[in-house]
């Protein structure tokens, strides 16, 4: 069935350091690809999508290219910010429902 | 407005209690799932609805049952509570189920932490 595989963590980096959140997919077919993020407290908010190859996601600085010869969807950020603290989950949705990575918690200190 | 509102957003009781979760959308979608996250944040789906009929029932316990009286509400009612059924419950929703509703994000609400004693 489809999966998702995302870099274990806890990350944690420096103000204005660059970050890198590795994801990787398994499925069958052409998903739609999707980062989410909770904060500490609270539900989990879209970040960014992408619906087909190649497509780059992008918001609030966030950026992800969904890459189908690698089968990856990789989110990166140029310069954090400690707001960006919170748990980043990459997803797939092909044929069912949302299929969630693990979560990956960064800890952004100042 | 808030799009997914769940209720109560703390929920603590003894063991063999039963409790209900309310979930409510004003997104006009039509699917409604639930969702149950771990101490570790791994997230898992529980169950799905479109247009009130069930679609995902995963393998989840018969102690736990939800409910669709229409296409805005799904609720979780769970019996007999135990220690393993503490985690976080969020209510998610969408537009359609799969195919040409791929691209389609869900949106959730904020979560009902349910705390066994």
């Known amino acids: 069935g489809d999966s998702v595989t995302q870099m274990e963590g806890p990350v944690t980096l420096s103000e204005e350091a660059f970050l890198t959140i590795n994801c990787t997919y398994t499925?069958?077919?052409?998903?739609?690809l999707f980062w989410y993020v909770q904060y500490p407290g609270e539900g989990l908010q879209l970040l960014l999508k992408?619906?087909?190859?190649?497509d780059k996601g992008s918001n609030k600085g966030f950026e992800a290219t969904y890459r189908k010869e690698t089968t990856s969807f990789h989110l990166e950020k140029g310069s954090v910010q400690v707001s960006d603290s919170a748990v980043y989950f990459c997803?797939?949705?092909?044929?069912?429902?949302?299929?969630f990575g693990k979560g990956t918690r960064l800890s952004v200190i100042a | 407005d808030t799009a997914v509102s769940q209720t109560p957003k703390y929920l603590v009781t003894q063991m063999g209690n039963d409790k209900s979760i309310k979930c409510e959308q004003n997104?006009?979608?039509?699917?409604m799932y639930w969702y149950k996250q771990d101490s570790k944040k791994f997230l898992k789906i529980m169950f799905s609805?479109?247009?009130?009929?069930?679609?995902i029932n995963e393998t989840v316990p018969n102690r736990f049952s939800p409910k669709s009286p229409d296409k805005a509400h799904l609720n979780l009612h769970i019996n007999s509570l135990e220690l393993g059924d503490s985690a976080v419950y969020f209510c998610?929703?969408?537009?359609?189920?799969?195919?040409?509703?791929?691209?389609?994000?869900?949106?959730f609400g904020d979560g009902t932490r349910l705390s066994i004693l």
């Open positions: 609805y479109n247009n009130k009929e069930l679609i």
């Open positions: 997104l006009g979608h039509d699917t």
């Open positions: 992408a619906t087909k190859a190649d």
């Open positions: 998610a929703s969408s537009q359609g189920v799969t195919g040409t509703y791929s691209n389609q994000p869900q949106h």
């Open positions: 997803a797939l949705r092909g044929n069912t429902p949302l299929v």
């Open positions: 499925a069958t077919g052409y998903p739609s």
